[in-house]
């Protein structure tokens, strides 16, 4: 028998939990986001994803959590947000080695398919160094330097595949040089190596070298920049140095699992876009020689496919391997 009652009841219902779910949908996020930063706690880039993650908490009304999950060159963070549930609950701290090192190596993820274009954040350029006690106090003296050494000369990178090596390769390359790459596991033993004379120069972040050159340690050739470094100003750019198109960078930014909500993903990279604009914020990443390059999903998604082809040349031309 046809009952008026229960089928307003039902409709009431329905519309209830329609407007629940709705309700929810806007409410995102509605609990903590985490971010994987696939590299060890207190390195720059777990710095910078703190300093920005902190503003972009401040703006989602809730917490942005750093979850660390180091080791193989980032790989393993990178696997981990890969397989992570696509809810916007659960983003990464993506870095350039990740379209680096699948030129090199098989790598368990794409970075094409498995993720999508959050924000880009970050960028660093780089500097090669020399022991302040050499005598290289150029590109030149350099060049000079290589070619009075019987075996060549040596250099040092924070890891094989790095941003670093390859910058370090190029250059090596385009001077004609014999050169020889000695890898490390991470900046640190890089700087004792060149302390040491082991090796006659590095290639580094800005980040990493700026205290080091404060102390007098440090001597710096070259920034790969467009334009000097506010940290460093007197010290030239590869381009006023006769280098053409020579940049490179240690960038990062932030991707979701494919199959994030849209809705998320759009009011994640509000949050993100908003924490960078912050001058507090753009002050801190200043004093470690990181600058905001703001990036939208679609800026970032031409970035990321651009950086990958570049440095996919650079190891073509190069020739080199992961072993190196």
């Given amino acids: 028998m046809f009952n008026p009652r229960l089928l307003m009841a039902g409709a009431a219902a329905i519309a209830f939990a329609l407007a629940g779910g709705a309700k929810a949908a806007e409410a995102f996020p509605s609990a903590p986001v985490k971010v994987i930063v696939p590299y060890g706690a207190g390195g720059t880039g777990d710095v910078v994803a703190r300093i920005v993650g902190e503003k972009a908490g401040a703006e ?26 696509a809810d916007g609950y659960t983003l990464m701290f993506m870095a350039t080695g990740h379209v680096i090192l699948p030129n090199l190596q098989q790598v368990p993820y794409d970075w094409i398919k498995d993720f999508t274009p959050v924000f880009g954040i970050t960028t660093t350029p780089l500097v090669f160094a020399v022991r302040a006690k050499s005598n290289i106090r150029s590109i030149a003296d350099l060049v000079a330097t290589a070619k009075a050494m019987p075996g060549g ?10 941003v670093s090596h390859l910058a370090a390769a ?12 000695v890898p490390f596991r991470g900046f640190s033993p890089a700087v004792q190596a060149l302390l040491g004379d082991q090796v006659q120069f590095i290639c580094a972040t800005v980040a990493d070298v700026v205290e080091l050159t404060k102390s007098g340690n440090f001597r710096l050739l070259g920034v790969t920049a467009e334009q000097r470094s506010p940290l460093l100003p007197d ?12 940049y490179a960078a240690s960038w990062n930014a932030i991707v979701a699992p494919t199959g994030t909500p849209a809705e998320a993903v759009q009011r994640l990279n509000a949050a993100f ?5 912050d001058a507090g914020v753009q002050e801190r990443l200043a004093k470690l020689g990181v600058s905001v390059a703001a990036k939208n999903r679609a800026e970032l998604d031409k970035f990321l496919k651009d950086e990958a082809a570049r440095w996919h040349k650079v190891i073509k031309d190069n020739a080199i391997k992961l072993e190196n």
């Fill in 60 to 85: 989602l009304g809730q917490a942005v959590v750093i979850d660390n999950r180091s080791g193989g060159n980032g790989i393993i963070g990178a696997q981990f947000a890969a397989k992570s549930k």
């Fill in 153 to 162: 000369l040596n250099y040092a990178s924070g890891g094989a595949g790095s």
């Fill in 170 to 181: 190029r250059l090596v390359r385009e001077l004609k040089l014999n050169g020889t790459h």
């Fill in 235 to 246: 010290v030239p750019t590869m381009k006023e140095q006769g280098f053409v198109d020579f």
């Fill in 273 to 277: 876009a908003k924490a960078t604009a």
